[in-house]
């Protein structure tokens, strides 16, 4: 019998296997739960999983694979932005769908690929408007690991915050390099920084293995979320499960989704993640999420279209609307990114998140920042206008 | 004591020994004679273990020890000198000795002194790196350190080369003494013809990897031996 | 027989078969009709073209290490600066038909607020002056690090060490995005080359042959220099750095030299990749990865040439394959083919080949030979 | 249970003796918890905190620990036996229906702190006074003073005295209507504390201040700016030394297999990882069977990390390494392998995450000794390091294992033809290079991620330190580890991380061409040959 | 210091080298005309090689002249440039370049340039061809000649050696024991052959066979803890109390 392939992209060795080996598990049980149901179109729908070894050169090359040697109809994957940026002319050469489930710098919209994961505007402005309001922060540490998407998300705080009227001197901008792993004169710093008597806060876009030595350092060197809360966006449920907790209780994240959520989807979304992995600690997070959103979208989108054609696909996906896990409706855009709702959580003892915050309508996602000069003047709309990068000063499409 | 019998080696396709057999006795000299490349070194290497055979046996005490690793021969009491001095460049000149220490029960862990009578040299030198040594101050470390280890058999591989007259003649005059003491068997491959020939109670001709002619002291006089060692 | 005939020999088979793959790839991916069985898909020729690029690297490396003992644990630096010269090239290809539509500036400088091109890019628009610097760029900085390096005699682990520090240097500078080289993210997006779509079938083909060729002429070169006197002392250095100078050999000089021709052949093998994977960024200058491309070439057999191709080839299409059919557990397997070969055929794959190779004509019955290695000498 | 019931009553009464009957601020604020919104839990809190109620204090308290129950609009408390009491009457209760902690985020959670900082001011406990005034100090909440004044009068222990009189200096520097005078006496003091708080006091001066005043407080200011500038200094040679440590442990394995056996070994991160997971294991089992002993869970874990990484270390000499002796270059090869296949392995058996390694108590916290902040955990690893590092130099220098190893390294063949046993040296040694590694991640665990790419982070600073410290030789390794690891902490503070880092990479490539055999190089003919 | 009067082919003096305090030559002066050869003995550890190192550019010593034709210093050229000069070395421990055959040996000793570029596009002419066939017959190798050099016996090896020093063809040969591990005939042979060279080239000898010495027939310098104990011809030296105490022994 004939099936439906699902090309499934992500690391399974190498450093970012620690993030990405969940994604795959998350997958291959959407895929399994959709052929209970009957599978896609009539037809059964296969799972293709293969390895790029946090290599990025290697994703395109397995992009290339999945998509003309196995035929794949979608491809879910990619966790870096790095990843996606080197998978990118594939998917337009060969006109293909890739589901991209991360966080992420925004400043893109293709085509081909559909952003499921937060931009900018779904997860660090509104993150940064929550310690300005309810914690009352006046001083900032942006703290982030030396690359493009701390970079960028910082040079879009740093405008908002001084739109808001943050002066210069009360901004601290760090970086470290990847897998950094000695803190102690960091940290020490952001506690100076944070002892000049005004509320002080660290956003961080610290990213990977250097998390864990960054939080047990902060940690012991006494610095409490009741002191200087510590706002990030690249940790969460399964990067807290290989710390001890204890000592973070009060520190932040921003996210689109936690496992803490109480509405019905996530609870049985919970049980059978936990029955399909067998382990009943098994925790969920937020990408993880945005692949079930995604899925479910190409899905739909799919059945709406009545072929698994990527053409047909792009066009009937713009305005699929499925449930999130958070007791929403998430909604494709035109500009590929979907409507999300925000949520601050503040890190529990046992390593779950607390919602202390969360927006009271989904937010759709920005492709273009309206904090960067380049891109103020861009929108994406892949229904009407068929451009990811539309001028709207000089009313063109790119160039 | 030791007995080899038709032992053969080889280099790869090479054959370097075919068919050698040698025996040594208790308190006497064994003087392997021959000239360059006739597989007289290879021969200690076989008894050292530091080649394999490929044929052949390897006796001692009437054991067999021709699969026996390097370092249980020398349990056994096998002591080799070998050509080249292969000191450990790097330890000092006491650690070289205490290597020899190795085999030996603890009370015996200590350097003798006919080591030092021998190669008074060696005392002023205890804490220079071996390998800073000279080349004759080396090749006399070598010939001490194996003596640390307190062989019955010892094998010698042209353990004059490099040396100064004086100490060649107090070596030969210690393999005389040993030799003496009847509780060694001592293997001798040497080129320095009138050496060999004041020493050997036994002695044997080798060329291109076989025994051309073997007999005991009397019969080194006969020139045929120095011819078989000329050109 | 001596042991110019041996090389002779050898020159020819592997020439023959880049010929051959040269020749077959394009025709049977252009010609051939698509969905039979000698039809060779897309998606392969700028995987076969990454591979030929990475032997050509190997090559490099063998030029050096298997030859005259130079163990650069850094030698993907070379490569990927290559890369990045070929990379700035195809940046400035774009020109306004990046997302921004800036004339110049390519996309990352703009969101980053960049303003004018920063000076190292000049010049990079003209291929001419890319290709100049796909040489010179690696050339120049090995040329730098040799001179110091070799005129203060370091070597051994010392050398393998600086050399992994310099390459770990360049890639934590790479990342930063205040370099200008695109930071963690690197180059991508490439449009065309020289005018001709990287997208397309037939552009990719000539890349290809191109890749080959370039592989070719990189075995010929490494062939003659190896073969000729120079080569002979490198191995001199190799076996006895002291002792050929008191031969009264300039050591550094010829270290230097190969240093940096080798530094170059890399070079263009990233030049070459680059195009044909669609990316090039810093990880390309991960300590790793040059531990990786010796590996390639302890696998395929040190100090023959042919090999360090063979080795760079195998490793790839097994980690291809291996990633694809068990994605799970390759690093297994390819950690236990690096096992298997150091344990069971010291002198490479190749080495073994040719042992198999010999014995089987002595089963035959032909005379032995004795000297049938000693083409390039096998590491003691 | 009719007997239960009335030790409960008895108890109640005991509790509300001294409480009143009538609605006062107390009463009026509790309905706000039901709120559950944070802003209103916070203006409870404060109004109950300051209402001198008696039951103040447990209540505050109860919030802090997620013990402060809601259900039905009522607000319950669970005492730390687990009975329940209705905080408006202090009574008994038996609620039915579900009972939710009230929710506490960061600005409850500083409200809760301040508020029991005022509440503790005159607890019996000094060490909890202590953390009051230093609360109190951290609020400058007006409302406390009068109960530090009180505190101060009656305290005796001077150090708590000294918290206690910061404490009322920063209120009275940062109360508007206080007098100048008290205001230049608060200077005095906060001149005499020295800190950082102090210092931020102080610069942080409203507009309006007069100008003696202002003057006053800048030179307090530069003094302690000087003073700071000091212990800044002697802080970064301890991160220096911290970081040095590091390097030093996760090197020193890699000093005898590389160092002293030359083994290209690649999988050496490899087994620093084995020992952090062994830690983790032994953590997971102390929880699951034994919680009481998790402070001493690392000590156990130390011997059992060794024999794990040890045992391995062995097995993979014996199985691998022990064929390529004399062929130096290949061990890279075959140990990088061993490597993939150790991450993997380990990949498969723990999952690809980070397992998480807890802190016991007695490593957690920091030290403060004047201006210098020293953490537990670094003490420790600090010395830890230079332990392993003697004990090894002890074996290496006084065992005959380390004379047979060097002797086996140098010359194999003769090393053996002097009656040592050279297969049992090189797997005694190989596992004791990689059982040091193994008590390496032991420590390393409780600074990194304990993950199956812990041993990749260490490899390349390993070999580093190693080379430029000079081969085969521990000394070196140690005055490597060091001046890396200062250099490396002397230098980010200017340059940053990243060009910290780059900048240290490039001093070692000009520093081995000064000295191309590394730091402690062998000199001599033999190594010249 | 005042140069010296002729300009002798290798001027030594006031040689001073230590290693950590020790002095292996302790102010060594010796003179090596055109055309000489010289004899060294001298007890194990006397300084010879060490000589020979200081020469040759290996060892910096500590003090004193070292000039080759009167002009070159050699304390300030490095071994490759020494070489070039003219000045070639047979080492005590054979050291020969194992990978390659033997004959490659003997190529990369043949007097030529050494220039990266210039062995790089050399080829090897008849005139080279025919020299190595000759050095090979010399040293007894002509069998061997493909064989790789590692593979060859010690004795073997310290022909090569010999035979590479000859292909360089030096002003100054400096040997450093070339009887050792030779039978007596062959040890014989050596000093008819080294006779030959120096009737045309300067070559120094370290030597501890009497009988070989005694065979060189040439003036001999008995060295002692690093400087020149008896200096004179065979029989005078070896009529030396000193010498026989320390050296020759009775
Ligand atoms: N690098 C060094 N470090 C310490 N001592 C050294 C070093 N090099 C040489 N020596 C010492 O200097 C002395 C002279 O050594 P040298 O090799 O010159 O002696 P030699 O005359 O050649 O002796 P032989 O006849 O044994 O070859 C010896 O005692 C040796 O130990
Ligand atoms: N490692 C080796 N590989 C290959 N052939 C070898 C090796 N060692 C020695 N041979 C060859 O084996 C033969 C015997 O060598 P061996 O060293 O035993 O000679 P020898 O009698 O000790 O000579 P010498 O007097 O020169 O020391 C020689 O032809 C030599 O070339
Ligand atoms: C924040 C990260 C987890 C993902 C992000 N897209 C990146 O650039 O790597
Ligand atoms: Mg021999
Ligand atoms: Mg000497």
Redesign the pocket.
């Known amino acids: 019998q004939e099936t439906i392939k699902v090309g499934i992209l992500h690391s399974l060795s190498g450093t970012m296997a620690i993030s990405e080996t969940t994604l795959k598990d998350v997958m291959l049980m959407l895929v399994e739960e959709q052929n209970k149901k009957g599978g896609l179109l009539g037809k059964k729908l296969e799972a293709v999983v293969v390895d790029p070894a946090s290599d990025w050169p290697l994703f395109a090359e397995k992009a290339r694979q999945l998509i003309s040697q196995d035929k794949v109809a979608a491809v879910f994957g990619c966790w870096t932005s790095v990843s996606r940026k080197s998978v990118l002319p594939v998917f337009k050469e060969l006109n293909s769908i890739l589901f991209y489930p991360v966080q992420y710098e925004g400043e893109e919209s293709e085509r081909n690929v559909f952003y499921t994961g937060a931009a900018p505007n779904q997860q660090a402005i509104p993150a940064v408007d929550y310690l300005a309001k309810e914690e009352k922060v006046e001083r900032w540490v942006l703290a982030g690991t030396d690359y493009v998407y701390p970079r960028t998300t910082n040079k879009i705080l740093e405008a908002y915050l001084k739109s808001k009227g943050v002066k210069s001197e009360d901004i601290l901008i760090n970086y470290t390099p990847f897998g950094h792993s000695d803190w102690q004169t960091i940290v020490a710093d952001i506690k100076k920084f944070g002892s000049a008597g005004k509320k002080t806060a660290v956003v961080s876009t610290i990213n990977g293995d250097a998390n864990v030595p960054f939080y047990k350092e902060l940690a012991n060197q006494g610095i409490k979320a009741t002191d200087i809360p510590v706002v990030a966006f690249s940790v969460g449920e399964e990067e807290l499960a290989g710390i001890d907790a204890k000592p973070l209780v009060g520190h932040l994240a921003a996210w689109n989704y936690f496992q803490s959520v109480d509405t019905p989807e996530n609870k049985a979304f919970i049980e059978k993640w936990r029955a399909f992995t067998k382990n009943e600690k098994r925790v969920s997070n937020d990408p993880m999420e945005a692949h079930v959103i995604g899925f479910n979208m190409w899905v739909k989108a799919v059945e709406k279209a009545g072929t698994t054609d990527p053409d047909k696909v792009i066009d009937a996906i713009v305005g699929v609307q499925v449930p999130n896990l958070t007791g929403g409706v998430s909604e494709m855009l035109p500009n590929h990114h979907v409507t999300k709702p925000v949520l601050i959580g503040e890190i529990k003892e046992d390593g779950q998140f607390e919602t202390v915050s969360q927006t009271d309508s989904l937010v759709p996602g920005e492709a273009w920042s309206k904090y960067l000069e380049g891109s103020r003047d861009l929108i994406a709309d892949w229904k009407t206008l068929k451009c990811g990068n539309y001028n709207t000063v000089t009313k063109k499409c790119g160039a | 004591m030791l007995s080899v019998e038709n032992l053969s080696l080889y280099y790869g396709a090479a054959q370097a020994l075919r068919g050698v057999s040698v025996d040594a006795a208790l308190g006497e000299v064994t003087c392997i004679l021959g000239r360059n490349g006739v597989g007289k070194t290879s021969l200690l290497r076989a008894i050292a273990g530091h080649r394999p055979i490929s044929d052949g046996t390897i006796r001692f005490d009437g054991k067999d020890i021709s699969r026996l690793q390097p370092f249980e021969r020398a349990a056994l009491g096998i002591a080799y000198v070998p050509q080249g001095r292969e000191i450990f460049p790097l330890l000092t000149v006491r650690e070289n000795l205490e290597t020899g220490f190795a085999p030996l029960t603890r009370p015996e862990r200590r350097i003798p002194d006919e080591v030092f009578e021998l190669f008074p040299v060696l005392r002023s030198?205890l804490h220079?790196?071996g390998g800073?040594?000279?080349?004759?101050?080396q090749q006399q470390l070598a010939i001490g350190r194996a003596l640390v280890t307190r062989p019955r058999l010892l094998v010698l591989d042209e353990p004059t080369e490099?040396i100064?007259p004086s100490i060649i003649k107090d070596i030969g005059r210690a393999i005389i003494y040993l030799r003496g003491r009847k509780d060694m068997a001592i293997l001798l491959v040497e080129q320095y013809f009138d050496f060999a020939r004041d020493l050997a109670d036994r002695f044997v001709v080798m060329e291109r990897g076989e025994i051309a002619q073997e007999g005991d002291r009397d019969a080194l006089e006969g020139d045929d031996v120095r011819q078989r060692l000329a050109i | 027989m001596t042991t110019q005939s041996v090389l002779d020999k050898q020159s020819i088979v592997v020439l023959s078969l880049l010929a051959a793959v040269a020749v077959l790839v394009p025709v049977l991916n252009g010609l051939a009709v698509p969905g039979s069985a000698l039809h060779l898909s897309d998606h392969l020729v700028p995987l076969l073209g990454k591979y030929i690029c990475f032997a050509l690297l190997a090559l490099s490396v063998d030029l050096i290490w298997g030859y005259c003992g130079i163990l650069s644990l850094g030698h993907g630096a070379f490569f990927a600066l290559g890369g990045y010269a070929m990379g700035m090239y195809l940046m400035r290809q774009i020109g306004p038909r990046g997302v921004y539509a800036h004339p110049v500036l390519p996309d990352f400088m703009v969101f980053l607020n960049w303003k004018d091109l920063p000076w190292f890019w000049y010049g990079f628009d003209v291929f001419p002056f890319a290709m100049l610097m796909v040489l010179l760029v690696p050339g120049i900085l090995a040329f730098i690090f040799g001179w110091l390096a070799f005129r203060s005699r370091v070597t051994g682990v010392y050398l393998s060490i600086i050399t992994q520090a310099m390459t770990y240097a360049l890639m934590l500078a790479f990342f930063r995005n205040n370099m200008g080289f695109g930071g963690n993210n690197g180059l991508t997006d490439f449009k065309d080359i020289l005018g001709f779509p990287l997208q397309s079938a037939s552009t990719r083909r000539v890349l290809f042959v191109l890749s080959v060729a370039a592989l070719g002429a990189g075995y010929l070169l490494c062939r003659w220099l190896v073969g000729s006197k120079f080569g002979k002392v490198l191995v001199a250095v190799r076996d006895a750095e002291s002792r050929t100078r008191f031969l009264g050999y300039r050591v550094e000089h010829y270290k230097l030299a190969v240093f940096t021709i080798s530094a170059m052949l890399a070079g263009v093998a990233g030049a070459l990749y680059v195009p044909q994977v669609g990316i090039i960024n810093p990880s390309e200058f991960a300590p790793a990865n040059s531990i990786e491309l010796v590996i390639w070439v302890a696998v395929g057999g040190r100090g023959t040439l042919a090999g360090a191709i063979l080795g760079a080839l195998v490793v790839n299409a097994g980690k291809t394959w291996f990633t694809g059919a068990l994605p799970e557990f390759w690093l297994f397997a390819l950690g236990g083919l690096f096992i298997f070969v150091t344990l069971f055929t010291p002198r490479g794959i190749l080495g073994a080949g040719q042992g198999l190779w010999e014995r089987a004509k002595q089963m035959l019955g032909s005379k032995p030979s004795r000297s049938s290695f000693s083409g390039g000498g096998v590491v003691p | 249970m009719p007997s239960l019931r009335i030790v409960l009553q008895v108890f109640v009464l005991l509790i509300g003796m001294t409480a009143s009957t009538k609605a006062g601020p107390y009463e009026e604020a509790l309905p706000k918890f039901a709120a559950d919104s944070y802003a209103d839990t916070e203006t409870a809190l404060s109004a109950i905190a300051n209402s001198g109620h008696a039951r103040a204090l447990t209540v505050v308290e109860a919030l802090r620990d997620g013990r402060l129950l809601l259900g039905a609009g009522q607000v319950y408390l669970k005492e730390v036996s687990g009975t329940l009491i209705d905080v408006a009457t202090g009574q008994a209760a038996n609620p039915t229906g579900n009972l939710k902690p009230i929710r506490v985020n960061n600005r409850v959670r500083r409200a809760t702190e301040a508020a029991l900082g005022s509440l503790t001011l005159l607890s019996a406990d000094p060490a909890t006074r202590l953390n009051a005034a230093r609360a109190v100090f951290r609020s400058r909440d007006v409302a406390a003073l009068s109960a530090l004044e009180r505190a101060i009068a009656q305290e005796s222990d001077v150090h708590v005295r000294d918290a206690l009189e910061g404490a009322r200096a920063a209120i009275i520097l940062s109360k508007p209507d206080a007098l100048i005078s008290d205001k230049k006496a608060a200077i005095e003091i906060l001149e005499a504390r020295g800190d950082q708080q102090a210092l931020a006091l102080l610069t942080t001066l409203p507009s309006d201040a007069p100008p003696e005043l202002v003057k006053a407080a800048g030179d307090a200011a530069e003094g302690i700016q000087t003073r700071l500038a000091f212990w800044n200094a002697l802080q970064n040679v301890w991160y220096g030394i911290s970081l040095g440590s590091v390097l030093l442990l996760a090197a020193i394995g890699l000093a005898i297999t590389f160092g002293t056996m030359g083994v290209i070994n690649m999988a050496h991160g490899e087994m620093v990882m084995i020992g952090a997971y062994t830690t983790f294991v032994v953590q997971e089992t102390i929880r699951g069977y034994a919680p009481g002993l998790f402070d001493a869970s690392l000590f156990i874990a130390l011997p059992l990390a060794f024999l794990a990484a040890g045992t391995v270390g062995i097995m993979i000499e014996r199985g691998v390494i022990r064929f390529l002796y004399g062929r130096p270059l290949e061990t890279l090869l075959a140990t990088w392998g061993l490597s993939l296949i150790l991450q993997q392995g380990v990949r498969t058996i723990f999952g690809p995450t980070n397992r998480e390694v807890g802190t016991p108590a007695w490593m957690s916290g920091a030290l403060e000794v004047s201006g210098l902040s020293l953490t537990y955990n670094r003490i420790a690893i600090v010395i830890f390091a230079f332990s392993v590092f003697a004990v090894l130099l002890l074996v290496m220098r006084y065992t005959s294992l380390g004379l047979y190893v060097r002797a086996v390294t140098q010359n194999r063949r003769m090393a053996a033809s002097m009656g040592i046993r050279t297969n049992r040296i090189d797997a005694l040694a190989f596992g004791l290079g990689s059982g040091v590694a193994g008590i390496a991640g032991v420590a390393l665990s409780q600074i990194d991620n304990v993950s199956p790419n812990l041993g990749q982070g260490y490899i390349i600073d390993s070999f580093m330190v190693v080379v430029f410290g000079g081969v085969g030789n521990l000394w070196g390794t140690l005055v490597g580890a060091m001046t890396l690891g200062a250099a490396n902490k002397m230098l980010e503070p200017y340059a940053g991380a990243v060009l910290g880092k780059i900048v240290i990479l490039i001093a070692i490539i000009l520093f081995i061409q000064r000295r191309p055999r590394g730091l402690f190089a062998l000199?001599?003919?033999a190594v010249e040959a | 210091m005042s140069a010296p009067v002729t300009p002798t082919l290798l001027y030594l003096d006031d040689i001073t080298v230590s290693?950590?305090g020790?002095r292996?030559l302790n102010s060594l002066s010796l003179a090596i005309d055109h055309a000489e050869m010289r004899a060294i003995i001298?007890?194990?550890?006397?300084?010879?090689?060490?000589?020979m190192d200081v020469i040759t550019g290996k060892t910096r010593p500590d003090q004193g002249t070292a000039l080759f034709e009167g002009s070159h210093d050699l304390t300030v050229l490095d071994e490759a440039a020494i070489a070039e000069l003219g000045i070639g070395r047979k080492f005590?421990t054979p050291t020969v370049f194992e990978m390659h055959s033997v004959e490659d040996n003997l190529l990369l000793a043949i007097k030529d340039k050494r220039g990266p570029f210039l062995t790089l596009f050399s080829r090897r002419t008849t005139l080279e061809r025919e020299r190595i066939e000759v050095l090979l017959e010399r040293i007894r190798l002509t069998a061997h000649r493909y064989r790789k050099a590692g593979e060859l016996s010690h004795g073997q090896k310290q022909w090569l050696e010999i035979g590479m020093l000859l292909a360089q063809e030096p002003k100054l040969l400096l040997i450093d024991?070339p009887a050792a591990g030779m039978t007596d005939q062959e040890t014989a042979d050596t000093a008819e052959l080294l006779r030959d060279i120096a009737k045309t080239k300067a070559v120094v000898v370290?030597e501890?066979d009497m009988t070989f010495v005694r065979d060189l027939n040439v003036k001999v310098t008995c060295?002692h803890d690093g400087s020149v104990l008896a200096e004179g011809s065979l029989d005078a030296v070896s009529a030396n109390e000193r010498v026989v105490e320390v050296y020759l022994g009775r």
């Open positions: 030198m220079r790196r800073d040594l000279s080349g004759g101050q490099g100064q | 000199k001599g003919r | 290693f950590d020790f292996a001298g007890p194990n550890g006397a300084g010879k090689t060490t000589m005590q024991e370290v501890h060295l």
